[in-house]
């Protein structure tokens, strides 16, 4: 239903991570997967992360979200923000399906966006990838280089820059894509009612990195090697160069062993920054009740936002589904591979499945904790 206009491999190779660029009539025939309506029912929920921004004389105003009515907000300067809908709304996973030439690891979500004319967020710096796909109605987009951007008013708190010379300066219209990659500045303004599609791809920072490995490395009583040195150097109150070094290499050494990081790696990557859909059995299911499912006609569908990674060359039989590491000790690639791949495993693929224990188990295992469904 939504198939990509352009070369991916090319875009990948020539594009990604490097230059923001405007992809005119991306998608052919697009449709918006969701209504401006069932938007602002989504936003009605507790659970879901969701904001206004006001544009002002000054500036712009953040209200963070549920909301019940939108009449005090009036017709012009205003836009709705909903972050995860791919997880709250099922019929929008074809439509981030189609950006699955990129890895799973890297996606982040499917933001939603209402505005009214003159609505915008105000020039600002992402530090992840966004494709910006144009639904109902029009914006103008501008976009900057890269460079010594000042925080406006020189509030270091401020998410806004100050203004910027374009490098792009385009209108998009239904079915267009604005990339841009991280540290371009970028500000959108709405020319009549639109619906816009933000697809995010983030990486993990140094900070986040050792965050979770100090945290691993606790948790599991590990890295206790301590720094050792063959001499030392009388020169009482300074650090050598070669001990600085030697006592860095320590950290270096977790690095290079993928049996200190990656389970915390794939754990990491396989979590999400939004609340999931999920719902665990209360009265957990047996395996006998998945065989019967599969043998009633059911599939299996993945909640919408789920991460399920596996590592190359993994040390550890497993794989990482929302930041949990699962046993799949005697389960062949080839099936952990369609687990990882699949939002959906039909029935068909799993009649084949049935009559292997450990697979059953970790199926069944997935059913109880939410991460799966069945479906028709």
């Given at each position: 239903?939504?198939?990509?206009?352009?070369?991916?491999?090319?875009?990948?190779?020539?594009?990604?991570?490097?230059?923001?660029?405007?992809?005119?009539?991306a998608f052919n025939a697009f449709e918006d997967p969701i209504?401006?309506?069932?938007?602002?029912?989504?936003?009605?929920?507790?659970?879901?992360?969701?904001?206004?921004?006001?544009?002002?004389?000054?500036?712009?105003?953040?209200?963070?979200?549920?909301?019940?009515?939108?009449?005090?907000?009036?017709?012009?300067?205003?836009?709705?923000?909903?972050?995860?809908?791919?997880?709250?709304?099922?019929?929008?996973?074809?439509?981030?399906?189609?950006?699955?030439?990129?890895?799973?690891?890297?996606?982040?979500?499917?933001?939603?966006?209402?505005?009214?004319?003159?609505?915008?967020?105000?020039?600002?710096?992402?530090?992840?990838?966004?494709?910006?796909?144009?639904?109902?109605?029009?914006?103008?987009w501008k976009v900057g280089d890269r460079g010594d951007h000042?925080?406006?008013?020189?509030?270091?708190?401020?998410?806004?820059?100050?203004?910027?010379?374009?490098?792009?300066?385009?209108?998009?219209?239904?079915?267009?894509?604005?990339?841009?990659?991280?540290?371009?500045?970028?500000?959108?303004?709405?020319?009549?009612?639109?619906?816009?599609?933000?697809?995010?791809?983030?990486?993990?920072?140094?900070?986040?990195?050792?965050?979770?490995?100090?945290?691993?490395?606790?948790?599991?009583?590990?890295?206790?090697?301590?720094?050792?040195?063959?001499?030392?150097?009388?020169?009482?109150?300074?650090?050598?160069?070669?001990?600085?070094?030697?006592?860095?290499?320590?950290?270096?050494?977790?690095?290079?062993?993928?049996?200190?990081?990656q389970t915390m790696l794939g754990k990491m990557l396989s979590?999400?920054?939004?609340?999931?859909?999920?719902?665990?059995?209360?009265?957990?299911?047996?395996?006998?009740?998945?065989?019967?499912?599969?043998?009633?006609?059911?599939?299996?569908?993945?909640?919408?936002?789920?991460?399920?990674?596996?590592?190359?060359?993994?040390?550890?039989?497993?794989?990482?589904?929302?930041?949990?590491?699962?046993?799949?000790?005697?389960?062949?690639?080839?099936?952990?591979?369609?687990?990882?791949?699949?939002?959906?495993?039909?029935?068909?693929?799993?009649?084949?499945?049935?009559?292997?224990?450990?697979?059953?188990?970790?199926?069944?295992?997935?059913?109880?904790?939410?991460?799966?469904?069945?479906?028709?």
């Amino acid at each position: 239903m939504y198939t990509l206009n352009f070369d991916t491999a090319a875009f990948v190779k020539d594009t990604w991570q490097k230059k923001p660029i405007v992809i005119k009539n991306a998608f052919n025939a697009f449709e918006d997967p969701i209504s401006a309506d069932e938007l602002a029912g989504l936003a009605m929920e507790e659970d879901i992360s969701s904001r206004i921004v006001q544009t002002k004389p000054d500036g712009w105003n953040v209200i963070q979200g549920p909301f019940e009515d939108y009449d005090e907000y009036g017709e012009n300067g205003w836009q709705l923000l909903v972050q995860a809908v791919n997880h709250w709304y099922p019929e929008s996973q074809a439509f981030v399906e189609a950006f699955r030439f990129l890895p799973d690891w890297r996606f982040d979500d499917l933001m939603v966006s209402f505005a009214t004319p003159k609505g915008g967020v105000g020039p600002h710096i992402d530090n992840y990838d966004v494709f910006i796909i144009q639904g109902e109605g029009e914006r103008r987009w501008k976009v900057g280089d890269r460079g010594d951007h000042k925080q406006r008013g020189g509030d270091i708190n401020s998410p806004l820059v100050d203004d910027f010379e374009p490098i792009i300066d385009v209108v998009l219209t239904k079915g267009d894509i604005l990339y841009i990659p991280p540290g371009f500045p970028h500000c959108g303004e709405t020319l009549s009612l639109a619906l816009s599609y933000s697809i995010g791809f983030r990486a993990p920072s140094q900070q986040e990195l050792l965050t979770e490995l100090a945290d691993a490395l606790i948790d599991n009583n590990c890295g206790q090697h301590r720094f050792t040195s063959n001499e030392e150097v009388a020169n009482k109150g300074q650090v050598s160069q070669a001990q600085q070094q030697g006592i860095m290499d320590l950290l270096a050494q977790l690095a290079n062993d993928p049996n200190q990081y990656q389970t915390m790696l794939g754990k990491m990557l396989s979590q999400n920054r939004f609340e999931l859909d999920i719902n665990p059995f209360e009265q957990a299911i047996s395996s006998v009740d998945v065989i019967e499912a599969i043998e009633d006609g059911a599939s299996l569908q993945r909640v919408g936002g789920l991460k399920i990674l596996s590592l190359e060359n993994d040390k550890q039989a497993q794989i990482y589904i929302n930041g949990e590491a699962v046993n799949v000790d005697n389960i062949e690639s080839e099936i952990i591979d369609i687990v990882s791949n699949e939002h959906l495993i039909c029935q068909s693929v799993l009649l084949n499945w049935k009559d292997l224990p450990a697979v059953i188990t970790l199926l069944t295992l997935c059913v109880n904790q939410g991460w799966l469904y069945f479906a028709e």
